[in-house]
């Protein structure tokens, strides 16, 4: 039973460049959420998709946008790459209705 | 916007040691969920609370949810050296739905020496 796998684990941006980060939910799950982790932080909420919906959204800026697919899957993608966006983007997943959220290992992007 | 304060925000133990660590908010939460990060990996969920006053465990491991909601602690007993890590609470807010919305600490970093 897989669990929440997200892609690639480490990249590497120049300023005001583009990236897009990459997620499959845990097997059984339908909802995805995304979160930025700075070091020494906790995670911070980014956007939650359901149903190919961002049903939910944290404080964060439109540079952030998402996408969910038929298959449940996702990806986050950040325009205009900013030093301050250098962190951890951790994805996870739970079934509609649950409360429990099952995190992925997470994708550590660094912006130079 | 809902804060969690959590602490302390680092603790160097030793081998056999009982630790305890909380949050606390001047929000109410409806679930308290509690995570373990090791380095260079997501959190890895421990122990899920669902109603106030709740105590649950695993394993080694005991947290309760406070009665007033606004907090909950977590308890490791006679802890080994692969309990090092940061140790995560989060708050619910809303249900299950689209109106879910978890709220983090900032962690608790725990050393423990052999």
């Known amino acids: 039973d897989a669990g929440v796998t997200q892609s690639p684990t480490h990249l590497i941006k120049t300023r005001g460049q583009q990236v897009t980060l990459r997620c499959s939910p845990k097997?059984?799950?339908?909802?995805v959420s995304w979160y930025q982790q700075a070091l020494g932080q906790g995670p911070q909420f980014i956007f939650q998709y359901y149903e190919e919906e961002e049903r939910q959204r944290g404080n964060f800026p439109d540079r952030f946008s998402g996408h969910q697919f038929p298959n449940y899957s996702s990806e986050l993608n950040v325009n205009a790459l900013l030093l301050g966006d250098s962190a951890l983007y951790l994805c996870?997943?739970?079934?509609?209705?649950?409360?429990?959220?099952?995190f992925g290992n997470g994708t550590r992007l660094t912006v130079t | 916007g809902q804060q969690l304060n959590q602490s302390p925000q680092s603790m160097f133990i030793q081998e056999g040691e009982d630790v305890s660590m909380n949050c606390t908010s001047s929000s109410i939460f409806n679930t308290w969920l509690w995570y373990k990060q090791d380095p260079g990996e997501g959190p890895v969920l421990l122990i899920a609370?669902?109603?106030?006053?709740e105590l649950t465990s695993n394993g080694r491991l005991t947290a309760q949810f406070g009665i007033t909601r606004k907090d909950s602690f977590l308890n490791i007993s006679a802890s080994i050296p692969s309990d090092v890590g940061i140790y995560f609470c989060?708050?619910?807010?809303?249900?299950?739905?689209?109106?879910?919305?978890?709220?983090f600490g900032k962690g608790t970093l725990l050393t423990v020496n052999p």
């Open positions: 996870a997943s739970r079934s509609q209705g649950a409360l429990t959220l099952h």
């Open positions: 609370l669902y109603k106030a006053g």
């Open positions: 989060a708050g619910l807010t809303g249900g299950g739905g689209s109106n879910y919305k978890l709220t």
């Open positions: 097997s059984g799950h339908d909802t």
